[in-house]
Each structure stands twice: as C-alpha cells, then as structure tokens.
C-alpha cells in the first residue's frame, strides 16, 4: 500500500500528516482566515476554500476543478491551443521554502506538449489574503494569448441563496442581487484599463465573503470575470499576453474571506472593500489625499458645483450668459466655484475630431463666455475626444459624407494609429457618427501624445481651464501591435505608462497658457489618481442593467483622494441626485431653460432659430442605430402664425426626420394634471399615416403612456390637431416628437401646451420661477461647500450605521426610501448624511452609539448628522 502525504501550509510553517492511498494525496495551503486544499485526484484543482471562522466550506464540488488555463496561437494556423491543470501529465507539490514563502504546484507536459506550468501560493505572516503567481514554459513556436489564473468557483448551494451578492470594482460595478439565482452561462466582467476602476471583485452572503483582488501597483492589463456554471460561481483574473518566450506573472493575485466585524449586522462589500484598501493607500497612486496635494489651484478644493451645456445652448450664447447671471448668480452662494462644462464646442459638431477650432459658435463667441463664467468664479471645462480621429461624418443618400476628412488623416495621422494584428490600421463604426467611422491614434507613438497636448493647448488658449481627455474610458484604449511605434506589441503595461505620460504633459503644457489648468479623463482608473484633478463618474449607470443597484466601490476606497461628478445627470431623477450627494460626489446642476417669464413649452411658434434648429428644440440624429437622415428647416414662405413655420422633409422611403423638445415635470406641469397638445399641421406627398407622437416617461426613459396628433392629408390644408391627456404617476417628463417617417413634407406650427380645467378655459402652461429641482439642488451646494464639506468633498467614506426605513420601488428594484452613508473627517469626527429620495415624507430610526434616533425628512430633504465617536466600528 503507498502511503500520500497531507501537507499544510500555514505562515510559512510545513505541517506533514499522513494519508492512505495514492489517488488521496492532498495539499493544504492556509493562513489564519482560510485553508486552500488542492488534491492529485483533482489535477491540482482548488477541492476546498475553508473559511476558518465560520467553518464555511466555499468551494463547489468539482470532478476536474480548473486552477489554470492557457490558450496559445502558433503562426499561419486559425487553431488555438487550450489547456489548463486537467491536461498536466505530471502534478508535484512543493512545501514553502522559507517563512512567508510559497507553497509551489509543478505541472508538466500539459496535453502532451513541453508546457510546463508552476503555480505558487503564499500565506505571508500578518497578511489577511493567499498570494497566487503562475509561470509558464512552453516551445518558441507557440504564442501565449491569454492566462486564466486563479479559477475558483464557489459553492452555491445548488439553489437561490437568499441574500447572496457580487460586487465588482468597476465604475459600472453595482450590486448583483442572487449571482446563485442566475441562469448557467451568464457572467459579467470588468477590465482595467477600462472599466474596472479598483482591481477587486467580491462575492458574499450574509456570514461571509470571499474577496478576489489583483495586487498590481504598475497597471498590466487584467480582466476579472464572474461566471455561473451548473457547478457554482467561477471568479476568474484573465490575463492578456503576446508572449513566445515563457510567461511569468508579474504581480499577486490576492484571495481572501470576509466577515462583518459586528455580529449584529449582515456582511456586505465594504468588508471586502476594506482588505483591499488596507493595500491600495500604500500604493503611489494614495501618497497623497486631495486635502494634503499642493499641485491643484485653490479653487477646486473649496468644493465647487457643476453644470452642462450642450450645443443648443452654445448655438445661443445669450441663454448661457441669462443662466448664469439671472439663475446661478442670483440663486446660489456667491463664494461657491462653479465647473462651467460645455458639450458641442467642437467646429464641425459634437465629437467630430480632431478639426476642433474655431470654436462653435465662434472663437470670440467662446472667449466671451468664458469671460462671463470668470466674473461669476466660474472655470471652464472642455471634453476634447481622446484618441479618436474621425475620418467620416453623417452618410448622405447619395453615399457621400458631410465630413470627410480621410485624405488628410492619410497624409498626416495613420502611420501613428492603432494596428491591427494583421498590421492594418484599426477602424471602427461609431454611432454618434451616424454612418461615419474613426480611427483610433495611438499614444504609444510619442507623436500622439504631442498631437493631442497641440488639442489640448488650443482649448486652453480659448479659455479652458479644465480639460478631460474624452473617450479613453478608464485610460484604455485599444490594443496595439504596430512595430514602428516604439512599445511593445500588444497588450502589456506601457499603456498605463503612456497614458500617464499624455496626461502628466498635458497639464505641462497647459499650465504654460493657463496656469491653473486641472486634467481628468472619463471614468476611473485608480491607477491615475494623482495625475488628475478631478474624476467623471459614472457608477449610476449601472441602472442600464436590468438587475444591478448601484455600489459607489471607488469612491468607497478612495473618495479622500479624489474628488468625482457624475457625468450625465438626469434632470427630474431625485433617486440618482440622492445617490450621488450621499456618495460624495460635486453637485451637478441639469441647465433649464424652461423658467422664467413665458410658456413652458420653448419655441412653439418656430419664430426664433439657433442654427438650422428652431429654438427650445433638438434635431434628432437618430434611434438604436437607425440615422434620421431628414431634413428640418425654417420656412418663412409657409407660416400658420408669425413669420415662419418648421418644415419637415424627407426624400426616400427609409428616412426620417424628427424634431423634439423635452418638458420637465415639475411645479407648473404636474402629475395627476389635465393637459393638451396641440398644433397646427399641414402636409404635401405624405404616402403613409404620420403624426406628432406624444410620450411621457419616467427616469430612465421608461415608458408610461403615449398619445398622437395625427397628420392631416394634403388637400386639407392648414389643420389644428390636438391631444388630451393627464399625466401618469412617476412621469419625469414629456417628449413632444415633431416625426415624419416616408417620403413628402409636412409643415408644423403654432404648438401649445395648456391646462385643462372642468371649471374654467384652458391656460397655456407657463414656466416655473425656478426649476423643480431647485431647493434640492442649493441645499447640495450648500452642504457640499459649507458644513457638510469635511464629510461629503474632504472625508473618508466608512459603513454608514444601521437605517431601519420603507422602501421605494425604482425600476423594478426596490430601494431605502431615505439613502444614507457615513463619512470620518481628517479630525476624526464622524458624520451621516441622509437624503429622502421619495416623493413623500418618511420616517427612519438611525442607530449609532447604542442609541437609536428618529429622524423624520421631507420629500427630497438632506441631513447631515453627526455620529457618537467609535460608533462604526467595521472600518480598519
């Protein structure tokens, strides 16, 4: 009989016991949380992943547990090779070597092939987690693409979980509700760069959690999968490579299980969160907090607000400079610093690069803004669009572009664009472009990076003080295998380091013109904390996904270091407003025209243009990838009423033209309210049934109910159509969609919105004094700035305390009607801030210190509430 041996590594100590049976032969690598077990039966699978504490076995039960798997490429085949830990001939089990060292699993002739592979695991003393590094050596004549390393699934019990959840540090993360209720197959993953902001995924229920985190303080690229199987729930780290000369992993991977430190209350991802951050503030990227940096202007640390304009309103200077003085000026705290943000500056149109200047709608148009904004202490911010090249905009009929800008980027651009592996230049559809297309520069090239600071410098030279490179989301952009670039083919971590170059020049440059100059990009990458500013935040967004609740996981780990904006604001979305100042982000303000003196509905008589756009209205470009190719246009021979009307036109039987305005629901336009639309109409070579089309949707665009004016026929002339409707419940707001599909002409004018009343005439609705979501907005600003500003711009999150409140239904999920989190200031003390996202008056009970506090809140009322010391005890 031979005897196996059942070998424990623990601190680095080798414990050996004896086992009966070779097929028995069993190792154990642990340290005080956790035991990992791998087996020879299993070829070197993870069999077990004990948590010590709760004795909770996590692993699923398995045949052939993967640990590894490569996947090769060999030239001049479309073949790939796979093989993981199940393929290895021969498995061996080397014991630590030294006091912290690692355990190591030998796998040789992987299918049969000279692939060796060696995985190490290490349990360092004082250290919560196991530290994971793979190595492989295989022939010359194979390339390694991709490395999946570690692969554990866990156990689900073979059913739901109630109150189990995945939480992964993407920008877009969220909370997954019942990972263990998914259907085998689904998964969800995050990269970085990209969209994994923070390089850490969870998974927990109320007892315990397991935390995967990747432990790389220089930026490789990386992916983190989550994956439901009949077997349980794969966490995967993937790792892309072009490697024919062996593979080594350059940093840990980190696995480590969580509890709650309070008995009394549930595990949650801060838990996890909180392993994670005890590493990341040891990192470069937390040497300084953004209270201690003495690189950023003064301005910016006085927590600032926020706000938008888009090209409608730059087409209308006087809007903005109305806004600004007659709104802002007159409304909010003169002492408050305000981000003046502009979308649509750009010469041609919104996103058209890199042909940017003059500005729209002229250089001196701009400057006088910018102007403006100043005298107000006001900072102007431009989003110029990364790395993009646009080579076409916006396909004509006749299969033309009205932007075409290809010759110029073949004589000056592409040999420094991004190549494919085939050695072509990448070129990619976007849909912004309506039928046009972009290259994608690459700032591995050192003459991209000059080209885009020359971008950047002449956004600073028109005024702008706070430039972001756009479009390069989470500092990623696409992989490269040009040779004559000067980086590494493929994937590899100069592309953090190149992107940390852009934007450390950058800022050089521009403080050469301005001298305050900020930089930021789109959507964070812990990595690049300290070379920014500022951070375009997107975690609402996750709202998208069918099943996802937001989880604010990077500004959880580093809202000290960092301040973010939310970067499409929804006007009329309380519930996202909530989320965002409880999470600590800058006050984002959603720009109104629809107040003041006048109707509510902007621009109905079609008597003022900005452009070829009538006041108050937007042309549509199109819908899900669909381009609306019709024209609209001013036409002063045919007025119903004044001087003109607007005429829609479309010429081939697939085009569309459309033109809509957008009516906020708030104090003059009110749910449970009778209104009408109406319009007058005429028409010429209509061929189908056409009409004005009504909409009413809440956040999100979720529909609750529509109505139609419909389209007379030609012989009739001028008709006035109308629309009788009440407002359903949760409406945010009304799309009035001016919409002609097929080939003719149709003429609109003199549109109205009015109440209705059973006792009286009907009545223009006119607009609010101020927008309906002011008073939520000033008292933002004002916490943000004033008393709140240690907590909500300066402080470091921690586990906000027990609320025991109702719910609200939002989307089909359901959320505390009353959001809260909690915040430690650098003096140590301790606050709450809690928001009434409902539309109705609630009640919650706060518990901290021992004691419990009722706390009563109107609908979309903030407190800030100061908290026992020691009262959160869960934090490190």
Not at 310 to 337: C, H, Q
Not at 422 to 445: E, K, Y
Request: proline letters at 7%; aromatic letters at 10%.
């Amino acid at each position: 009989m031979t005897r196996a041996l059942v070998r424990t590594a623990l601190w680095g100590l080798t414990l050996t016991v004896a086992a009966t049976g070779a097929a028995a032969e069993r190792w154990v690598v642990q340290n005080e949380r956790m035991a990992v077990t791998f087996t020879a039966e299993a070829r070197g699978g993870v069999t077990s992943l004990v948590d010590k504490a709760t004795g909770r076995e996590l692993a699923a039960r398995q045949a052939q547990p993967r640990l590894f798997q490569l996947e090769f490429s060999s030239p001049g085949s479309t073949q790939r090779l796979t093989v993981s830990n199940s393929d290895a001939q021969g498995i061996e089990f080397t014991d630590p070597d030294a006091d912290g060292g690692a355990a190591a699993l030998h796998f040789t002739r992987l299918g049969g092939q000279p692939i060796d592979v060696v995985c190490r695991v290490a349990a360092k003393p004082q250290e919560p987690w196991l530290r994971w590094r793979i190595e492989a050596k295989y022939p010359s004549s194979l390339m390694l693409e991709t490395v999946q390393f570690p692969i554990v699934t866990l156990t689900l019990g073979g059913e739901a979980t109630p109150g189990d959840a995945l939480v992964l540090g993407a920008t877009k993360g969220g909370v997954y509700r019942q990972p263990s209720a998914w259907k085998a197959g689904r998964s969800i993953s995050a990269s970085q760069p990209g969209s994994l902001a923070a390089q850490m995924a969870c998974y927990y229920d109320p007892a315990v959690g397991l935390l995967a985190a990747a432990l790389d303080a220089r930026g490789y690229r990386k992916a983190v999968v989550a994956s439901k199987s009949d077997a349980g729930l794969a966490l995967v780290w993937q790792h892309p490579c072009l490697s024919s000369s062996g593979f080594q992993l350059d940093y840990d991977i980190a696995l480590a299980t969580f509890r709650s430190a309070d008995s009394a209350v549930s595990t949650d991802w801060r838990d996890g969160a909180d392993l994670y951050k005890a590493w990341a503030v040891k990192q470069a990227w937390c040497r300084r907090t953004f209270a201690a940096r003495d690189d950023l202007p003064a301005w910016l640390k006085t927590s600032p607000a926020m706000v938008r304009f888009g090209r409608n309103w730059l087409a209308e200077p006087g809007s903005i400079e109305a806004w600004l003085n007659g709104y802002w000026k007159r409304r909010f705290p003169g002492d408050v610093p305000l981000i003046i943000a502009y979308w649509g500056w750009e010469k041609v149109d919104t996103w058209i690069t890199p042909d940017y200047f003059p500005a729209f709608p002229s250089d001196d148009e701009f400057r006088r803004l910018v102007e403006i904004g100043r005298q107000l202490n006001g900072h102007t911010f431009l989003w110029p669009s990364g790395y993009h090249y646009t080579l076409t905009y916006r396909k004509l009929p006749t299969g033309e572009f009205e932007w075409d800008d290809r010759e110029r980027f073949d004589r000056v651009a592409k040999p420094h664009a991004i190549h494919n592996r085939d050695g072509q230049v990448l070129i990619g559809d976007r849909s912004w472009l309506q039928g046009g297309q972009t290259a994608t520069m690459c700032p591995g090239d050192p003459w991209t990076i000059d080209w885009f600071n020359r971008l950047a410098t002449g956004c600073a030279e028109r005024g702008a003080e706070l430039i972001q490179v756009d479009q390069v989301v989470g500092g990623n952009f696409p992989v490269c295998y040009a040779t004559s670039h000067g980086h590494p083919p493929g994937p590899g971590p100069w592309a953090t380091d190149v992107f940390r170059r852009q934007l450390q020049t950058m800022l050089q440059k521009c403080r050469k013109i301005q001298p305050e100059s900020v930089v930021c990009f789109e959507e964070p990458n812990e990595h690049f904390i300290q070379e920014v500013g500022l951070q375009d935040y997107r975690d609402w967004e996750v709202m998208r996904r069918g099943d996802a609740e937001p989880a604010s996981v990077f500004n959880y780990l580093y809202h000290e270091y960092l301040p973010t904006f939310q970067s499409n604001p929804q006007a009329g979305n309380r519930l996202q407003a909530a989320h965002c100042l409880v999470t600590g982000q800058i006050p984002h303000l959603v720009p109104s025209s629809q107040t003041g003196p006048g109707p509510l509905l902007a621009g109905g008589d079609f008597e003022k243009w900005r452009g070829a756009v009538p006041t108050g209205w937007d042309k549509v470009p199109g819908y899900r990838d669909r381009t609306y190719s019709g024209q609209a246009d001013r036409d002063e021979s045919a007025p119903h009423g004044g001087q003109a009307s607007l005429r829609l036109t479309n010429q081939g039987p697939d085009e569309i033209a459309q033109v809509s305005q957008n009516v906020t629901v708030g104090q003059t336009f009110a749910v449970g309210r009778t209104y009408r639309v109406s319009a007058w109409i005429k028409t010429q070579g209509i061929r189908q049934r056409n009409a004005i089309l009504l909409g009413a949707f809440a956040p999100e665009l979720k529909h609750l109910g529509s109505w139609r004016l419909e389209m007379p026929a030609e012989q009739e002339g001028w008709v006035q159509r109308q629309a009788q409707f009440t407002l359903p419940e949760g409406t945010q707001l009304l799309r009035i969609m001016l919409h002609l599909q097929g080939p003719g002409t149709a003429w609109i004018d003199d549109v109205k919105l009015e109440q209705l009343s059973d006792d009286g005439p009907a009545t223009e609705v006119q607009r609010p004094e101020t927008p309906s979501d002011h008073d939520f907005m000033l008292q933002w600003v004002q916490l943000f700035h004033g008393k709140g500003r240690p907590y909500l711009a300066l402080g470091k999150m921690i586990h906000p305390p027990r609320l025991d409140v109702g719910a609200t239904e939002f989307q089909n999920r359901r959320f505390p009607a009353i959001l809260h989190e909690a915040y430690v200031a650098s003096d140590g003390t301790r606050a709450a801030i809690l928001v009434n996202a409902s539309d109705t008056p609630q009640t919650g009970t706060l518990h901290a210190g021992g004691k419990a506090t009722s706390i009563t809140l109107a609908p979309g009322q903030a407190r800030l509430v100061r908290l026992p010391d020691g009262c959160v005890s869960r934090h490190p």
